[in-house]
């Protein structure tokens, strides 16, 4: 078992960064992997990247590669999402999620759920 929370979204002008962060609680955070999703008003969660528990391998989707970047510190039981050149559509509540056994994009298949972090993105 183990709690998530995500945090760091807020408001940015278009073309600015951000990095949002997923703080683990309650279990091993390096035996789990992880992702970012988004959803916007009236839309699916929406996929963005996954990572492994060894942070060795990751996958992103085609919407956002090239200016999202995942990463995690097992360290300090924290993954990241640093996202560069954002834009008004990335506008939407970004949300952490961890498996023990299951890394990739769908969302159903995440057991582990963090509250989602507001990114507004103005033009």
């Known amino acids: 078992q183990v709690q998530l929370q995500a945090c760091g979204g807020g408001l940015v002008q278009a073309g600015d960064s951000l990095r949002l962060s997923c703080a683990a609680s309650g279990g091993t955070f390096s035996s789990y992997a992880m992702g970012w999703f988004r959803q916007a008003p009236g839309k699916e969660r929406e996929f963005l990247a996954a990572?492994?528990?060894?942070?060795?391998?990751?996958v992103s989707a085609d919407s956002v590669k090239g200016r999202f970047t995942i990463s995690r510190d097992n360290a300090k039981n924290t993954m990241y999402l640093q996202m560069n050149s954002l834009k008004p559509e990335d506008t939407a509540v970004y949300y952490c999620a961890a498996d023990k056994v299951y890394y990739g994009r769908d969302p159903p298949r995440y057991h582990y759920w963090g509250q989602g972090t507001q990114v507004t993105v103005s033009s």
């Open positions: 990572i492994t528990w060894s942070g060795g391998r990751t």
